[in-house]
Nanobody, 121 residues
Framework: QVQLVESGGGSVQPGGSLRLACAAS????????IGWLRQAPGKEREGVAC????????HYADPVKGRFIISRDNAKNTVYLQMNDLKSEDTAVYYC??????????????WGQGTQVTVSS
């Protein structure tokens, strides 16, 4: 059974850091692209970052470039999102998803349950 479980969300002050984890089961994280999406109240869902299954290349949305880093640990079958220099506009529920058609192609497969990230002073 394919399953994604996120962890690591929480509350942090502006300029702080958080690391989200997406633990996968039922498949290996190097077999498919895995992305992080976020949705803030009243806003459309947006892609944040994605790591390709085949070559491990990473892709980022412009608002997070230079601040967020996506990575994976094949031994732990987990994908991470390191978020640095957090801003209030990063506040959202973050989801990890399988991107079955590749990074940025829009074909989402499995979803995690989401984890809340709140950036506030």
């Amino acid at each position: 059974q394919v399953q994604l479980v996120e962890s690591g969300g929480g509350s942090v002050q502006p300029g702080g850091s958080l690391r989200l984890a997406c633990a996968a089961s039922g498949f290996t994280v190097d077999s498919v692209a895995i992305g992080w999406l976020r949705q803030a109240p009243g806003k459309e869902r947006e892609g944040v970052a994605c790591i390709s299954g085949m070559d491990g290349s990473s892709h980022y949305a412009d608002p997070v470039k230079g601040r967020f880093i996506i990575s994976r640990d094949n031994a732990k079958n987990t994908v991470y999102l390191q978020m640095n220099d957090l801003k209030s506009e990063d506040t959202a529920v973050y989801y990890c998803v399988t991107e079955v058609a590749g990074c940025g192609a829009g074909g989402f497969g499995s979803w995690g349950q989401g984890t809340q990230v709140t950036v506030s002073s």
